[in-house]
Every structure is written in C-alpha cells, then in structure tokens.
C-alpha cells in the first residue's frame, strides 16, 4: 500500500473538483480501487503505487488542459481520463490559428492578414513595432501573444506599459494615490487581460508581479529578463523614450511596440518618437515593422470609414 500527496498549484482547486465535488467524484469513478481524499490544494491519494503514479499523471493532464483552454468540462474529464489526453483538441475551429483560449473557452485569435503578419513577426524577431489606426487589434493581439508566451512558460513575466500623456503635470489634482491617479490610462491593457485571464489568475498574477503594468516613466533604469514588455500608445513617447524602453531588453526578453501616428497627444513643441524611429531601425536584423490599416478594424464597421474619412484632411 502506497500514498501520495499531490498539490494542485496555480489553480484554483474549484476547476478540477467541480462544485459540489462533482468533478472529482467522477475523477474517482476512473481509479475505483484507489483512496482520494482531497482538502484544498491537496489530494491525497492512496493504493497501488503503478496506479497513483497513473492517477497523478491524469491529474496533471486535466491541470495543463485547464490552462491551455481555461475551461475543464466533465466531457473533457471523460476523455482525459480514457484515453490520457493525447486526442483531446479544442472543439471549434483550428487551434493553430488560437492565441489564446478565453476564460469562457473564448478564442482569441489573430483576424486580418496584417495581424496575422504581427504574430509571424513576433515569432521570428525580439522586438516588434505594430503601427496603425484605432481599432486594428494592436494592442489587443500584442496582449494575446504575452499571455501565450507566458502560458507557454517562453518567458517569465510580462510588462505592459503606456506614457501617461494625458496626465501631464496635472497628476497631483486627481484624487487617490499614485496607482489610482495613473489606472484610468492603463485600463485597456487591464481589459484585455480581462478577456484572456480568469479573475482569479489575474489577480494572483498581479500581486505577485508576473504581470506588471506600469506607466513608461517607471522603466526607466531596469534591466528585463525573460520577459515580455509592450509599449502601447507609444506614439505619445519621445524618441528618447523608445530609446529608453528597448534599452531596458534583457535576455529572452521581447519587445512589442504599438502606436497610431494619426493620434499623437504630445505637445506641439514635441515630435512623436514613432515618427522618428522606423528609419533609424528598420535594418536592423531581429526588429521588424509591422503596418496596418484600415482594413484591419475590427471594431464597429463606422470605425474604418471614420479613418478612411479623417485620413483625408
């Protein structure tokens, strides 16, 4: 007679038990001559020592189809359970073009032929300059491709960051601290993590600062290793910030660079840095440019006519 204990660590305990325990109860109709008792992260496991050790592989097997897709239904507990997972497949459209698997079993995937272009680039080169007008997925798509490095264990941590423009000198008005003053102009990178991160990993990322998200001032001085940093709205940077921002790339890191050239908020007496910066690389082997337009929108079918309109003036 053997016993095992395994822990189920970075996920919530809830995804394999199910509510009311009802997933682990049909866990256990797969493995009838073993003991499980579990109590919160662990389980423990007693029997045959050929079967525990088969029990925790299955175990581990639902864990990484669970953050794969971030969804684990009874139907795939089934299948893991019969046949080890080596046929489990995400049942709707084609996996290879999934960047990332939603909380809700959502897929986030690349949707124009420009997007698909970034996610090329950015598997080919360590930093990767996305421009183009409102609502072409930039930001979005550079989110989904971290989140997929990191998923994938690629790098250990993803650092987004925006200039605080709008905030100017102005900060010290706004009511809150530091962090409450800065969040309003971080909020669509929190909305994209939103889609593609449950709550509760999403969270836990946060506080313990694998995903960091923070104003471009901030970078100033840090060195970034295995990482993955994306400078959004980086048309509101000086070229002395971009500078700055690749200068911070350390080893196994990659760099994703998102701006619109149409929409620079920088005083006049300023030039946008990525106005300044394609000639000043773009030869450079291992940095890759990458443009889109209006035929990349996904957002509401008005956006592209807006910016085929404005694009006249």
Same mark, same amino acid.
């Given at each position: 007679m053997?016993e095992k ?6 996920i919530n ?6 509510v009311?325990d009802?997933k682990l109860?049909l ?5 009838p001559?073993?003991k499980?008792?579990?109590?919160g ?5 007693? %029997?045959? +020592? =050929?079967?525990?050790? =088969?029990f925790d592989?299955r175990?581990?097997?639902?864990v990484?189809y669970?953050h794969r897709?971030n969804r ?5 507990i ?7 997972g080596s046929e489990?497949k995400m049942? =709707?459209?084609? =996996?290879?073009?999934?960047?990332v698997f939603?909380?809700?079993?959502s897929?986030?995937t690349a !949707?124009t032929?420009?997007? !698909?272009?970034?996610v090329k680039?950015?598997?080919k080169? @360590?930093?990767?300059f996305?421009?183009?007008p409102a609502?072409?997925?930039k930001t979005?798509?550079a ?16 650092v987004?960051?925006?200039? +605080?423009?709008? +905030?100017?000198?102005?900060? %010290?008005?706004l009511?809150? #601290?530091?962090k409450?003053?800065?969040d309003p102009?971080l909020q669509p990178l929190y909305?994209?993590? !939103?889609?593609m991160l449950p ?10 600062g694998?995903i960091?998200?923070?104003? $471009? +001032?901030?970078m100033? %001085?840090?060195?970034l ?5 994306i400078? #959004?709205?980086?048309q509101?940077?000086?070229t002395?910030q971009?500078?700055m921002?690749?200068?911070?790339m350390?080893r196994?890191a990659?760099?994703?660079?998102t701006?619109d050239?149409?929409q620079?908020? $920088? ?5 946008? %840095?990525l106005l300044e910066?394609?000639?000043l ?5 291992g940095? @890759? ?5 209006e035929?990349d929108v ?8 807006i ?6 003036l």
């Amino acid at each position: 007679m053997s016993e095992k204990t395994i822990r189920l660590d970075e996920i919530n305990p809830v995804e394999i038990y199910g509510v009311n325990d009802t997933k682990l109860t049909l866990i256990k109709t797969f493995f009838p001559k073993l003991k499980v008792i579990a109590r919160g992260n662990h389980i423990k496991v007693i %029997g045959d +020592a =050929e079967e525990i050790a =088969e029990f925790d592989e299955r175990v581990q097997l639902l864990v990484s189809y669970y953050h794969r897709y971030n969804r684990l239904t009874e139907g795939n507990i089934e299948s893991i359970m019969e046949i080890g997972g080596s046929e489990q497949k995400m049942p =709707e459209g084609k =996996e290879n073009d999934v960047l990332v698997f939603g909380p809700d079993g959502s897929t986030v995937t690349a !949707r124009t032929a420009n997007q !698909r272009k970034l996610v090329k680039a950015f598997g080919k080169s @360590d930093i990767v300059f996305a421009i183009g007008p409102a609502g072409t997925g930039k930001t979005y798509t550079a989110v989904a491709l971290a989140v997929r490095a990191l998923k994938n264990k690629e790098v250990k941590r993803i650092v987004l960051t925006r200039p +605080a423009v709008e +905030a100017g000198e102005n900060l %010290g008005f706004l009511p809150g #601290d530091l962090k409450e003053k800065l969040d309003p102009y971080l909020q669509p990178l929190y909305d994209a993590l !939103r889609d593609m991160l449950p709550p509760a990993k999403l969270k836990s990322h946060l506080e313990n600062g694998v995903i960091e998200i923070a104003p $471009l +001032a901030f970078m100033r %001085g840090r060195t970034l290793d295995r990482a993955v940093i994306i400078l #959004d709205e980086a048309q509101n940077a000086t070229t002395g910030q971009i500078k700055m921002l690749l200068t911070r790339m350390g080893r196994e890191a990659k760099i994703l660079v998102t701006g619109d050239t149409t929409q620079v908020d $920088l005083p006049k007496s300023q030039k946008s %840095g990525l106005l300044e910066i394609e000639p000043l690389l773009s030869n450079i082997k291992g940095i @890759d440019f990458i443009f889109l337009d209006e035929h990349d929108v996904v957002r509401h079918d008005l956006v592209k006519k807006i910016i085929i309109a404005f694009s006249k003036l």
